[in-house]
């Protein structure tokens, strides 16, 4: 009796596991370590922050995953377009705050959306082959074109030049991964 139910419990977990881990065509190999950095220097050799550039990259599994420089990019201008979107949000947090100088107000809510409008331009539908770092630039107009309404407005919050500097490191991934993505079509 004691044998029968250890034979059962055996073609269980072999039953369970035979269909529970994927088969060859359903698993996608990881790329081998070799080659991975090779992709992401290819992607962030241009960046004005390499070290940023390949840890912001690598700590994004997709990236890992890429099977090729466009799909680095393609996670890059996520990443950023992310980023972007959260710099918006902490401006609109600013402009709607209860504690926040009337006077300012108007100049962060211009600051939000900027960023968001920042963000519209990260991603590959909009990059245009030979074009794409230009592209990328207009974002990097849209923070300046903040930080200039905050300097004419007087603004000086504690918080704003620390994400605006984090959102400009995120733009130079952007930005060496539009120069990436016009370096693949040439």
Request: hydrophobic share 45%.
């Amino acid at each position: 009796m004691a044998s029968s139910n250890l034979t059962l419990i055996f073609a269980t977990l072999f039953l369970y596991l035979l269909l529970h881990f994927p088969s060859q065509a359903e698993a996608r190999p990881l790329k081998s370590p070799a080659k991975c950095p090779k992709l992401l220097n290819q992607v962030c050799k241009t960046s004005q922050n390499y070290a940023f550039c390949v840890k912001i990259l690598m700590s994004n599994p997709l990236t890992l995953l890429a099977p090729n420089t466009k799909g680095i990019v393609v996670n890059a201008l996520d990443m950023v377009r992310k980023e972007s979107m959260k710099t918006s949000k902490f401006f609109d947090g600013l402009a709607n705050g209860k504690g926040t100088v009337p006077a300012f107000k108007p100049a962060l809510r211009e600051c939000a959306s900027d960023f968001k409008a920042a963000s519209g331009l990260m991603n590959l539908k909009v990059l245009e082959g030979e074009f794409a770092t230009m592209d990328v630039n207009y974002a990097l107009d849209d923070a300046r074109s903040c930080e200039t309404k905050l300097a004419m407005n007087k603004v000086h919050i504690q918080s704003i030049p620390a994400a605006i500097k984090n959102w400009k490191n995120f733009y130079a991934v952007a930005n060496a991964a539009a120069l990436a993505l016009e370096n693949l079509q040439k």
